[in-house]
């Protein structure tokens, strides 16, 4: 008969006395809940508004052998919202973005979008977690920046609805006919 020798968490001081006992098995409790982690987006649902992540570090064994965490499915992602109004950015496949995991189970409350009791007695669960994006990630090619200076919109625009400006505008812009205005400083110099 072969023997196999397991490697735990705890170490020899865990179980010189009780109160090393009691803080090994305390420790262990903690290290069971979800607070924040960083995680990479797998898949994306605009549609539910929810990416399925992946979390980035990994788990270690007793024996502090790396074990990789499965996905995480459906979890709601960040819109900058007030009312009717939004500042839409949907995440892609390989950002990466902070989730945090709430005290208790809010399965009801995504589910109806309205104060509810809890769906269940879980608490800080890798299932209730909530995607903040933007970490960790490359130089955009587009944005807008916002700072004392002013707004810099950086890439093509396009609107949708109609467009006023006070004064000072300059620019080149494209009618709905296709037709080319150039502006300079709020006065049309050339329109083709």
Known sequence: MTRKAYTG???L???SDDLDGQRFIIQQMINRLATATLVQVKAVDPTGHTVDVQP????IDGAGN???????HAMPYF???AGGAAVQVDPVPGDVGLAVFCH?????AKKNGRPSQPGSRRRYAWADGLYLGGFLGADPSVY??????GVL?????DIADSLTVGTGATGSFTSESGQVVTVQSGIITTSE
């Open 56 to 59: 980035m570090v990994h788990q």
């Open 79 to 81: 819109t900058l919202r």
């Open 66 to 72: 790396a074990i990789s965490h499965g996905t995480i």
């Open 9 to 11: 968490f705890a170490t």
């Open 144 to 149: 807008i920046q916002v700072s004392e200076a």
């Open 13 to 15: 001081a865990d179980a």
């Open 104 to 108: 208790n189970d809010i399965t009801a």
């Open 153 to 157: 919109v950086k890439g093509s625009v």
